[in-house]
Antibody, heavy 120, light 106 residues
């Protein structure tokens, strides 16, 4: 079954870091890049960045530069997103999404989402 | 970053209505425009890519058009399962930014 499976919900204190995983299955992992998208409660979709699962190259949105790190582990077909210096504005659902190769780089497969709560 | 502006932000419609949502990019994005549907508590779902190509499994009542900076999503005959929020996205350059969404309500 073609899917992206994300890790479970997290509760973090302000100033802490959170690491979310995204495990791919059912397709050739290194054929597609992965983007991370977050959605604050009641808000729209915000792209955080992209990672090549082939060579680990990354492009981060300017807003998150210096605070986010995306990595890939081809041995387990898993991508990780690490966000540091959390504050209340980082409370959101975080999604990983596959960048399609036959869909003009649209996000054609999504994880189920990981809720991150930031609270003291 | 390329800014994507959707309108309207919300609309009310009835089953059977024809619905049109527009999306404008802050610079030309050729035909690199995608549309997603999101229902409450669920991940977004790709409907249309490259302006007008229907993703596999998406009903033919959904269609897209446009080029350059101005694009539209049309639902020819609204069905009960279409009440949701719709987002446009440019995939011309990273970061592949989204519009703020259009909520389609009864």
């Amino acid at each position: 079954q073609v899917q992206l499976m994300q890790s479970g919900a997290e509760v973090k204190k302000p100033g802490a870091s959170v690491k979310v995983s995204c495990k791919a299955s059912g397709y050739t992992f290194t054929s597609n890049g992965i983007s991370w998208v977050r959605q604050a409660p009641g808000q729209g979709l915000e792209v955080m960045g992209w990672i090549s699962t082939y060579n680990g190259n990354t492009i981060y949105a300017q807003k998150f530069q210096g605070r986010v790190t995306m990595t890939t582990d081809t041995s387990t077909s898993t991508v990780y997103m690490d966000l540091g210096s959390l504050n209340s504005d980082d409370a959101a659902v975080y999604y990983c999404a596959r960048v399609g190769t036959l869909t003009s780089s649209a996000f054609d497969l999504w994880g189920q989402g990981t809720l991150v709560t930031v609270s003291s | 970053d390329i800014q994507m502006t959707q309108s309207p932000s919300s609309l009310s419609a009835s089953v059977g209505d024809r619905v049109t949502i527009t999306c404008r990019a802050s610079q030309s994005i050729s035909s690199y425009l995608n549309w997603y549907q999101q229902k409450p508590g669920k991940a977004p779902n790709l409907l249309i890519y490259a302006t007008s190509s229907l993703q596999s499994g998406v009903p033919s009542r959904f269609s897209g058009s446009g080029s350059g900076t101005d694009f539209t999503l049309t639902i020819s005959s609204l069905q009960p399962e279409d009440f949701a929020t719709y987002y446009c996205q440019q995939s011309y350059t990273a970061p592949r930014t989204f519009g703020l969404g259009t909520k389609v309500e009864i």
